[in-house]
T-cell receptor, first 114, second 115 residues
Framework: AQTVTQSQPEMSVQEAETVTLSCTYDTSENNYYLFWYKQPPSRQMILVIRQEAYKQQNATENRFSVNFQKAAKSFSLKISDSQLGDTAMYFCAFSFNQGGKLIFGQGTELSVKP | GAGVSQSPSNKVTEKGKDVELRCDPISGHTALYWYRQSLGQGLEFLIYFQGNSAPDKSGLPSDRFSAERTGGSVSTLTIQRTQQEDSAVYLC?????????????FGPGTRLTVL
């Protein structure tokens, strides 16, 4: 079975500080993609960052970066210079070669405090 | 260009009634997905359409749930004889080719409340 686990239901960080959200997953697949999505109160799910399992280099998108440890099946998200607009629910997800349906973790609710 | 749109934004219904939820994917996207987001179950896959292929219905929770996609574009998710446990946010997403390498683009969801 394919599963995704986010062990931190809630986190908070001060504005301008750095925070890391954890994600582990379990799969027997060799080729898959990993994603972090952000869901603000508006409910719109927005892609934050994505990582191909075959690439060793960690993906980065501006203030967002990942620490991908394939052997440990770990895919954490680091947010640098946190901004108030980063306040949202963050979901870790992965897809594999079965139509690309996403399997999501339970989410981490991040609050950025001024 | 326009993103994924869903209607209605909110729907309140009485137990036992049927409801229809609509999704308009991004133009040109061949794949369309429905997910359900509920407090108890988190985000779960429901059904997936890709072009003219038979849909993957493996995530539908019961035979009260069905979906269709007309003309390879708009999709309707139908829930018959709604139950209180059907209360959730129903999210639709589309992707260019339905490959696992594609990014899925989500709509704003429909919040369904069954009284």
């Amino acid at each position: 079975a394919q599963t995704v686990t986010q062990s931190q239901p809630e986190m908070s960080v001060q504005e301008a500080e750095t925070v890391t959200l954890s994600c582990t997953y379990d799969t027997s697949e060799n080729n898959y993609y990993l994603f972090w999505y952000k869901q603000p109160p508006s409910r719109q799910m927005i892609l934050v960052i994505r990582q191909e399992a075959y690439k060793q280099q960690n993906a980065t998108e501006n203030r967002f970066s990942v620490n991908f440890q394939k052997a440990a099946k770990s895919f954490s998200l680091k947010i640098s210079d946190s901004q108030l607009g980063d306040t949202a629910m963050y979901f870790c997800a992965f897809s594999f070669n079965q139509g690309g349906k996403l399997i999501f973790g339970q989410g981490t609710e991040l609050s950025v405090k001024p | 260009g326009a993103g994924v749109s869903q209607s209605p934004s909110n729907k309140v219904t009485e137990k036992g009634k049927d409801v229809e939820l609509r999704c308009d994917p991004i133009s040109g996207h061949t794949a369309l997905y429905w997910y359900r987001q509920s407090l108890g179950q988190g985000l779960e896959f429901l059904i997936y359409f890709q072009g003219n292929s038979a849909p993957d219905k493996s995530g539908l929770p019961s035979d009260r749930f069905s979906a269709e996609r007309t003309g390879g574009s708009v999709s309707t998710l139908t829930i018959q004889r709604t139950q209180q446990e059907d209360s959730a946010v129903y999210l639709c997403a589309s992707s260019p080719r339905g490959r696992f390498t594609d990014t899925q683009y989500f709509g704003p969801g429909t919040r369904l409340t069954v009284l």
